[in-house]
């Protein structure tokens, strides 16, 4: 009795540990921030005690019209996209050190920055990490600072649902055209007008998106009913990926940029109705030179940002532009260039086109790019006593500037203050209290100015200014940066985690040593150090990005040697048994499966060059029995044979292994059922049977615990009652899983079953007691359960989540339905099942020596096994973390460190809590 | 029984011919036909396997196990069934860890493992032919008391674990032309078979030295 409470309590223990570490750990390294779902709304202004701008509504008599909080600026915005657009792609060679040949290819825009230097400018934008393209389109949209993980409601949509300036325009009446990649159209699914998405799924694909969109923007510039145009090319981005950066095809890439834009600007110069239109070429981000982004490298972050506007600024503006670096363009003309932040874009295309600026935007409008417009020159605010002086432009602007920042200081600190009452996580109080004293302090001197109804001064510009940039760099704190300390100390947590856990395993194992034989102890401690070593191999392979891209692949190879000297101890103690060949033939099939998926897993991962063509040409196959019936009717007519054989089998050992009478009806029934039901599903597509096959798997949980508790399975044996209570948990949770895996699973499953089979008679035959744990397999069996994991077409990251899954049975969408669900299907066949089945590892074996065991030691043997498996999936995961830890400045930290973390942060606390149900349920 | 005459200097002497075979084959894949392990693996491990076939069957053969019912020509018979076997075995076996089966792999993986056959089931088929308890001996080390088969395991292992290890680098993503199959494995096997020719004899010795402070 004692050791049954002790496995309950040392898993429990050991359960609340990772726990610990794990948040500990993910809150240092997984930033995260909460979506709001507010809108910004152009009535806010109003409403609100918004300081800004008493004036504006008493003045302007159409403020029942006004779209906005701002008057628009210039009348139309054309926004050209070149994906990783570099900074030394636009601006001048003779800022850099060395002129390289992808210098100075996109001499149009630079032959507008020389010649017209007062109404077009070339700023280096500072991006943001991370520098993938959907979060980068998103901080563009939004104005904020997207993080790995955003906490969101959207589940498996991508599209947008924080408000962003498109919602704006599209809220207030204006129409927006977009061409080019097709991730607009995933993340504005119902916004524009008129769209022309094309796939950017095809990295190899140079061309098919840049040549749409210079196919439809001509036809488009000549035609007036567009309030915004956004193209957005790709070619460049893949050109990059594949070729890398100083390559012919970049080159060749630039220049087709080049002469499209110089075709822009050539009619945007002669059509009248684009003299209000402003320019704007940009980067979502940058690259380096491999054609890599995704890190926060100086590389990745520095692109560009282009602005031009037609008609000709006040030559004042000269002086609103930051004294900056310039350098000697191809003609010979000085061409200067200045540095923004990415951050600020949104709000500053916001308060171009005049529109409420969106509502989690935590950017500044950029002076420069304010200024490049005509109307900020323009008087927008009354009342005239403002302007005594009407030459001085500069002064009219500094006043449209004040207010514009102004109002969009009143917009950050509303986000500010509602993000820090809604948000899980917030901001550290003190620098909150910092930043509030810098807001009321330059409200207060904004109002004075409005008091003594003088001019606004330079000094609230600054003291606006300052509150949004000390803003920002706390944003970037919270959102961009990694906590080291508390990731140090989640790290401590988990190695004590396996201090104690390797304490309790070996307190455990001395123990269940007391009740052996003395002779078997070298040989169990061999087996020991051989898992271990095994362990460690794993755990090390971690430590490189290719060897988690591999994984499955490593795991299968691992357990292939461990299969391979099973074989070999076979032949030293007698002959090959035909489940060590069956084994073998079965982790072939296994690896077929996982390098099945590989390609799928990279076509979305970047960074996985997997040729699929080297590796697993079977298309032959196929081409031999081209033609007849039954190739096409195979693949529909397996999966139910295959069903067929594991009801048959289930039934089987269900009726000869579980004793009690009502019990084994009960759950042969139930699982007929299920398996009745999925065969109607897949024949019919009902989604009623899905339903009923999870309600009985539901039900026959629960029962089990009843029954359980009511001590209705406590009849018989112990070997006996261990190994019925094992089948009767497994037949309760394979059909739901069975269902979810789709027509791979039956046959996935008769491979689990089968290898299962195999690991537990291939057991060490130096061991004289067949029920005694054996380390190898409880190693084979987590190898195993790695292997199923990546044969059933999972991989982790989140793309690698079969969506689909989650949908069986439901039409319609519901966040905590869906989520166990995808759950259930991504960890169903690689936690839940090999856990509950574990008992099985202690019980099965021939029925001879185990007769008349002493139950102590079953319970002992039990014991050892699942602290071993919890200990195993410990070691491995404490070793990602480690490498996640080392490699988080690494390129590829948020497209595969990171979610590989939180999979496997994932997987140990299922883990643990199955292990905990597991003790409660068996011991 | 010619067996017990052995020492350390002969199975040194012998193995150094096995290496000096494998050195052929590669100085003549070289030079005759300038292709090395790299840039075409197939070919070359022709040639290897062609070299080292003769050398190993030939050696192992006068080390055979029964001297007085089998006769050297029935020993090299033995080696020559042995090849394709021992093939097929390590095909399989390298297929189970991982290896790829698309055709285009076909004559390096089949051109492999005959030359892991020579490492390995070549030298014990000769010198043991079918007897099963001398197999299971050597595979359990239960009794190393024969100086052949130091001769025949260690370096046998010795290519396996090498060739165990060489797969490691393979799915690195570091884009050299010998990560591909199977030029690393055979590196890693070559290396190994190397490095356990040379401990064989070490064991030899101190296996010698210790039966003899035995007997004394």
Not at chain 1, 74 to 85: K, P, T
Not at chain 1, 381 to 390: G, H, I, N, Q
């Amino acid at each position: 009795m004692r050791m049954r409470m002790r496995l309950k309590a040392a898993a429990a223990a050991v359960l609340c540990l990772h726990c610990l570490g794990v948040y500990l750990f993910t809150r240092g390294f997984l930033l995260t921030r909460t979506e709001l779902s507010a809108f910004s709304l152009p009535s806010d202004l109003l409403q609100a005690q918004a300081p800004c701008c008493s004036e504006l509504p008493s003045t302007t008599n159409q403020d029942q019209d006004l779209p906005g909080w701002t008057p628009p600026t210039v009348e139309r915005v054309l926004i050209l996209i070149v994906d990783a657009l570099r900074f030394d792609f636009v601006a001048p060679s003779s800022l850099f050190q060395k002129k390289q040949k992808w210098m100075d290819r996109l001499p149009s825009l630079q032959h507008l920055a020389s010649t017209h230097p007062s109404s077009s400018r070339i700023f280096k934008a500072i991006a943001d990490p991370p520098t993938t393209s959907l979060q980068r389109l998103k901080a563009l949209t939004t104005g904020g600072l997207p993080t790995f993980i955003d906490v969101g409601n959207s589940f498996a949509a991508p599209a947008i649902q924080e408000d962003n300036w498109i919602h704006q325009l599209v809220h207030t009446g204006r129409r927006v055209v977009m061409m080019g990649d097709d991730t607009w159209t995933q993340l504005f699914p119902h916004h524009f007008n008129h769209s022309y998405p094309y796939p950017s799924f095809n990295v190899k694909d140079l061309h098919t998106v840049d040549n749409g969109v210079a196919q439809h923007l001509v036809p488009w510039l000549h035609r007036q009913d567009w309030d915004v145009l956004i193209g957005h090319f790709l070619g460049v981005d893949h050109a990059g990926h594949i070729f890398g950066v100083d390559s012919q095809p970049m080159v060749q890439k630039l220049e087709q940029i080049n002469a499209i834009l110089q075709n822009v600007t050539d009619i945007m110069n002669s059509q009248k109705h684009l003299e209000n239109t402003m320019l704007i070429v940009m980067g979502d981000h940058a690259q380096t030179l491999n054609g890599d982004h995704g890190g926060g490298t100086s590389e990745e972050v520095e692109t560009c940002l282009f602005a031009w506007i037609p008609r000709s600024l006040p030559s004042s503006i000269s002086s609103i532009f930051h004294p900056s670096t310039c350098g000697l363009g191809l003609n010979g003309k000085n061409i200067c260039t200045s540095t923004m932040q990415q951050l600020d874009f949104a709000v500053s295309i916001s308060a171009l086109l005049g529109i409420p600026f969106p509502f989690g935007s935590i950017g500044r409008v950029n002076p420069e790019l304010y200024a490049l417009s005509p109307g900020s020159w323009d008087r927008q605010w009354l009342p005239a006593s403002f302007y005594e002086d009407p030459s001085s432009d500069l002064k009219m602007w500094k006043n449209n500037y004040a207010h514009v920042l102004c109002i969009n200081s009143w917009q950050v600190k509303r986000y500010i203050d509602s993000y820090s009452a809604t948000s899980v996580m917030g901001f550290p109080s003190d620098d909150l209290h910092y930043i509030t004293k810098l807001y009321n302090e330059a409200q207060s001197r904004w109002s004075d100015s409005k008091n003594r109804s003088c001019k606004p001064e330079n000094g609230t510009i600054d003291e606006f200014s300052d509150f949004l940039l000390s803003f920002a760099t706390l944003a970037r704190s919270a959102w961009t940066e990694f906590d080291m300390k508390l990731m140090v100390v989640g790290l401590g947590i988990f190695i004590i985690s396996i201090i104690f856990h390797l304490f309790v395993f070996e307190r455990v194992q001395s123990l269940s040593n007391v009740y052996d034989n003395k002779t078997q102890k070298s040989s169990n401690h061999l087996q020991i150090y051989v898992a271990f070593l095994l362990v460690a191999v794993r755990a090390v392979s971690f430590l490189s990005n290719s060897y988690i891209l591999a994984e499955g692949r490593v795991a299968n190879f691992l357990l292939a040697t461990t299969a391979i000297g099973s074989i070999r101890s076979s032949l030293v103690y007698g002959k090959i048994k035909k489940h060590d060949l069956v084994f073998l033939i079965l982790i072939i099939l296994i690896r077929f499966g996982i390098e099945k998926g590989m390609p799928k897993q990279a076509a979305t991962n970047p960074f996985l060059n997997y040729d699929s063509g080297s590796d697993f040409d079977l298309k032959w196959l196929p081409s031999l029995f081209e033609g007849h019936d039954f190739v096409i009717l195979l693949p529909e007519i397996s999966p139910m044979i295959i069903l067929f054989l594991l009801s048959f089998l289930s039934c089987k050992y269900i009726t000869s292994t579980v004793h009690s009478r009502c019990i084994k009806w009960v759950v042969t029934v139930g699982t007929m059922l299920s398996y009745l039901f999925i065969a109607t599903f897949w024949l019919s597509e009902r989604s009623f049977a899905p339903k009923m096959v999870y309600v009985i798997g539901l039900s026959l949980f629960v029962l089990n615990f009843v029954l359980r508790y009511l001590g209705i399975l406590e009849k018989g044996e112990t070997v006996q009652r261990l190994r019925s209570l094992a089948l009767v948990m497994v037949s309760a949770w394979s059909p739901t899983i069975l269902i979810l895996l789709g027509k791979q699973g039956p046959f996935v499953v008769l491979v689990c079953i089968i290898a299962g089979w195999s690991i537990i008679s291939s057991k060490n035959k130096g061991l004289l007691d067949d029920c005694k744990m054996d380390p190898i397999s409880v190693m084979q069996w987590s190898l195993l359960a790695i292997c199923l994991f990546y044969q059933t077409g999972h991989w982790c990251t989140f793309d690698g989540l079969r969506y689909g899954a989650a949908f069986i049975g439901f039409d319609e969408f519901k966040v905590v339905r869906q989520a166990i669900l995808l759950f259930v299907d991504t960890f169903g066949i690689s936690h839940i099942l090999p856990i509950f089945s574990l008992p099985f590892l202690v019980t099965i074996p021939n029925s001879s020596s185990s007769k008349g065991r002493d139950k102590t030691v079953i319970f002992l043997n039990l014991t050892q096994v699942y602290l071993l498996y919890g200990l195993i999936t410990a070691i491995t995961t404490t070793f990602t973390v480690l490498c996640v830890a080392i490699q988080r400045r690494h390129l590829m930290v948020w497209g595969l460190f990171a979610p590989k973390y939180v999979f496997d942060a994932i997987g140990l606390l299922l883990t643990d809590v199955l292990i905990c149900v597991s003790a409660l349920y068996y011991c | 029984m010619r067996k017990a005459e052995i020492g350390a200097t002969t199975a040194l002497a012998l193995h150094s011919l096995c290496a000096a075979g494998l050195a052929t084959g590669y100085w003549l894949s070289h030079s005759l036909y300038s292709s090395s392990l790299i840039t075409d693996p197939a070919p070359t491990l022709r040639i290897l396997t062609v070299c080292e076939a003769p050398v190993v069957i030939l050696l192992f053969s006068w080390l055979r196990r029964d001297h007085d019912r089998c006769s050297f020509i029935k020993a090299v018979a033995r080696g020559l069934i042995g090849l394709p076997i021992g093939a097929l075995i390590n095909a399989f076996g390298t297929i189970v860890l991982g290896a790829p089966v698309g055709l285009k792999f076909w004559p390096a993986t089949i051109y492999w493992s005959m030359l892991m056959s020579l490492f390995t089931f070549v030298p014990a088929a000769c010198v043991f032919g079918a007897s099963k308890l001398d197999w299971q001996q050597i595979l359990s080390y239960s009794k190393p008391s024969n100086i052949v088969d130091y001769m025949l395991s260690v370096p046998a292992h010795g290519a396996i674990i090498g060739a165990w290890l060489g797969a490691w680098p393979m799915p690195l993503d570091w884009e050299r032309p010998w990560q591909e199959w199977p030029i690393c494995v055979t590196y890693g096997a070559i290396a190994g078979h190397l490095i356990g020719m040379l401990f064989s004899p070490v064991l030899i010795f101190l296996h010698r030295r210790h039966i003899r402070t035995k007997t004394e």
